[in-house]
């Protein structure tokens, strides 16, 4: 599987898509000043105590107060709360956690008031974006991530990736890490760390440590509401999270964003330096890629499949449904079930892609095309499971039920991808109405009456659409002719075939729009 990063930068973003084997499968966008990105720490304030949701709304500077759940506060919450404390009093000066006595664990079946106050400062972690009108969600059991490992403060444990299934790989990486560990920090073990050495694994360690040093550094300064620390960019935590070898191509557009990626990827994996290039071609660089077409023919209400049949995507409140049509497909005419097969297996690889692309979280409901065949509602599920193991995002898919409707519950950290597919007409603007034709000479003849007369333009050209051209030159006395005997001047007219019936645009000399 051959996988391409295309990066558009823009002055209101950056606009990351991901494709393998051409095909778009994520499409992520960095806007200017996001400020409640994922793993941002923040000083928050405690604002509200809600014991009936055993949880507090908590200030972190947004317009809406974040949710904070007592499921979040994590194990080694009152740890953190000393520490906020001491540090703010200026009577903490170890950067790192050697000399830090821990608390207990919290009950996992507290409440919440017996944990935090009313204006109680408290480092939390952003877990979600904001959302529609929600406020982020937050989580104080902090963690910093880096390419190979996660550093866990508070805790002593480490953890490994289930996708390391080696027993002889797990022991050796647990061996390296407990080597190099700092004291009172935990470590997760991530599953590309699976065949790296000491060296890496001590340099992606070091990296993170000095970043906990940062957050001890500006704990003591920080403001309540604002921000400690900041994950990276959107560019670089994806390429963190998914950069493997079967990466070929990273495309950018921005000299500034290819330096920082460059100087990133020289970090963490140099062997792949190769494979960034900076785009400097004149068209943009996603219609360039054929991104541009995929966006548009990959979003909106209906999605087109490659046999004839098609999705019908509706977005709710509570849900995301979606139906499977078999539309014109009529592959095997004299096997009805074998038939529903194929389009529903077409179907469940293109929904798993669609997950990916418009980042759709919560509850989704697929009422694909019923099958009679228990092996085949089997052989189904199945598929989607090995479709949907891709995804990065958690999910859980339940089998069939016996309505044939397959729910799917995806994790939502993020806003969903939405974008908008349809244009407005640009004869009426949106309205449905366009200026009467019945004008659309005079108006013609008023602009070249201004152009000539009071402008003083010497040779300009009418573009119209062909209909209009025809009739402008028709007959022996025609229209140009009569403009030629008015003004003096001849005027080229050139029928365009993509202007709209009443649309028309003036050239000067030099082939350049005549502004009206």
């Not at 097969?341 to 692309?357: D, G, S, Y």
Request: hydrophobic share 40%; proline share 4%; glycine share 6%.
């Amino acid at each position: 599987m051959v996988k391409e990063l295309i990066i558009d930068s823009t002055p209101n973003g950056v606009t990351i898509a991901l494709l393998q084997d051409k095909q778009l499968v994520e499409l992520n966008t960095e806007h200017i000043n996001n400020n409640y990105a994922v793993g941002d720490i923040y000083l928050g304030k405690i604002k509200k105590i809600m014991p009936g949701l055993n949880a507090a709304f908590v200030d972190v500077g947004y317009e809406k107060d974040a949710f904070l759940h007592y499921l979040d506060l994590g194990p080694q919450v009152q740890s953190l709360i000393k520490l906020t404390r001491i540090v703010k009093n200026g009577s903490y000066k170890d950067k790192l956690l050697n000399n830090f006595k821990l608390e207990e664990d919290i009950n996992k079946a507290g409440k919440i008031s017996e944990v935090l106050s009313r204006n109680m400062l408290l480092p939390v972690q952003i877990a979600k974006e904001p959302i529609s009108t929600k406020g982020p969600r937050l989580s104080s059991d902090l963690s910093i991530a880096g390419r190979f490992v996660v550093l866990v403060p508070f805790s002593e444990a480490i953890s490994i990736s289930k996708k390391i299934r080696s027993n002889t790989e797990r022991t050796r990486l647990k061996k390296i890490v407990e080597s190099i560990k700092p004291k009172n920090f935990g470590v997760i073990i991530r599953t590309v760390s699976e065949g790296m050495g000491v060296a890496e694994l001590q340099k992606d360690l070091l990296d993170l440590i000095a970043k906990w040093e940062t957050f001890s550094r500006k704990l003591a300064v920080t403001e309540p509401s604002k921000k400690i620390l900041g994950e990276m960019g959107r560019t670089s935590t994806i390429l963190r999270d998914i950069l493997n070898p079967d990466f070929s191509n990273i495309y950018v557009n921005d000299p500034a964003i290819y330096a920082e990626i460059k100087s990133y990827i020289h970090e963490i994996s140099p062997e792949h330096e190769s494979i960034i290039k900076q785009y400097k071609g004149k068209e943009p660089i996603f219609e360039h890629y054929g991104v541009e077409k995929q966006i548009k023919a990959s979003f909106g209400k209906t999605v087109n499949l490659a046999g004839g049949a098609y999705l019908v995507i509706e977005h709710t409140e509570a849900l995301h449904v979606i139906d499977v049509n078999s539309g014109n497909r009529t592959a095997n005419p004299e096997n009805q079930e074998e038939n529903a097969l194929q389009v529903n297996k077409e179907a469940a690889r293109e929904i798993a892609r669609q997950l990916r692309l418009r980042d759709m979280g919560g509850i989704v409901v697929i009422d694909f095309i019923d099958m009679h065949k228990p092996q085949n509602r089997k052989e189904l599920f199945d598929y989607l499971k090995g479709q949907m193991q891709l995804d990065r995002a958690k999910h859980t898919i339940l089998p069939p039920s016996k309505f044939g409707l397959v729910q799917i519950t995806r994790q939502r950290v993020r806003p969903e991808m939405n974008i908008v597919t349809t244009e407005a007409c640009p004869a009426c603007g949106g309205t449905g109405q366009i200026k009467a034709s019945i004008v659309l000479m005079d108006d013609i003849e008023n602009n070249i009456n201004y152009i000539l007369c009071e402008q003083n333009e010497k040779h300009i050209t009418l573009n119209v659409h062909p209909y209009i051209e025809a009739y402008i030159k028709k007959g022996l006395f025609s229209r140009q002719w009569h403009w030629f005997f008015k003004y003096g001047k001849w005027i080229k007219v050139k029928g365009i075939s993509s202007f709209y019936l009443t649309e028309f645009h003036f050239l000067n000399a030099k082939e350049e729009e005549i502004k009206l």
